[in-house]
């Protein structure tokens, strides 16, 4: 099989980025390793940026986002059992939308399926070569047959444990890392939302965020021990530690219910230096990870594969400036954003080495925060998205 661009993953990041090679005329094979049915089982994140809803907007598939998805104008920031309320829209102007990235996939994907271009699902032994060369390939295992693809380009759309980024030699790779010391219990019920916003909660017991899905689907997070495991913790658990962690107004109108869904998620800070060897891109987490606080990590990839996009529109149109400068061009964006989910999840968690001078620190800036416009505009500006 030849093509142009072949697309290793089909996660948010290769389904965006086949479905903007398609519409413009590119040719482009996604190649996945999972089915399409275990893709879509997994639960991940539910904020989009305006960045993201118009990319989505761009392909064609945002009707559905528009009907069910959350225009969100702020949300609470809670500590010391009070909730203060930041004013996104009031601070920036934007707002963000709450639409789970289970749906984006989707959307993307029934548009996929309607387009007609292959996409290769349950993949095995997928292999990556020749991109330091004129000719890369991608070669996988198909029900017992090998297959061969040879292509112009290869986009690495293939997450945190994809094939990309370990099949590049490893003296040609940054690699930064910080891994932090818990992690992120969620849980996800058909229950509707407690408040009508998200509320981030820094509490004594431990970072809690109530979030959502729609007005009948609800997710909650606790943060938890790193070694900690989802079987030791029933609904029932769930729902008493979360709740010992919001205002006793809060906890009261809190509708409880049983989950559909229950994860524990470790958080990493990660950014992978440059994204582009020759003609092999990474985007998306094959590239770069963040913490969840800021939800952030949708976004980015989105942004990543409409730079990439973009770069190859303009290369087939005989221009290779976009290629030579799409790692710097995302990696500038990516920083900014490693340090927003950072700050953030530095100001909201309880670090088990932080002693009380850490705590008053944490409790100078969140008091700080919520009574300084221009902090409070800082955090916003970051929260809605800085500028392409
Ligand atoms: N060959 C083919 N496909 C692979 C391989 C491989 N060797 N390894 C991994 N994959 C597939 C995975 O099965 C997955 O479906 O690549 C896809 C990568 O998808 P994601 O992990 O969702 O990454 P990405 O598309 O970049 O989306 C980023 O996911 O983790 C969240 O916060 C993150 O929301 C952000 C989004
Ligand atoms: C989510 O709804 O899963 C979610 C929302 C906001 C975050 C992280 C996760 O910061």
Partial sequence: MRTQVAIIGAGPSGLLLGALLSKAGIDNVIVEQRSADYVLGRIRAGVLEQVAVDLLDEVGIGARMHAEGLPHDGFDLCFDDRRHRIDLHGLTGKRVMVYGQTEVTRDLMDARRASGRPTVYEAADVGVHGFEGKAPGVRYVKDGARHEIQCDFIAGCDGFHGVCRASVPQDKLALHEKVYPFGWLGLLADVPPVSHELIYVNHPRGFALCSQ?????????????????????????????????????????????????????????????????????????????????????????????GYLSQSLVDYYQGHEQGIATYSERCLRRIWRAERFSWWMTSLMHRFPDNGSFDHKMQSAELDYLVNSPAAMTALAENYVGLPL
């Fill in 213 to 305: 899905r729609s007005r009948t689907r609800s997710r909650y997070y606790v943060q938890c021990a790193l070694d900690d495991q989802v079987e030791h913790w029933s609904d029932d658990a769930f729902w008493a530690e979360l709740k010992r962690r919001l205002p006793a107004d809060t906890a009261a109108q809190l509708t409880t219910g049983p989950s559909i869904e229950k994860s524990i998620a470790p958080l990493r800070s990660f950014v992978a230096e440059p994204m582009r060897f020759g003609r092999l891109f990474l985007a998306g987490d094959a590239a770069h990870i963040v913490p969840p606080t800021g939800a952030k990590g949708l976004n980015l990839a989105a942004t990543d594969v």
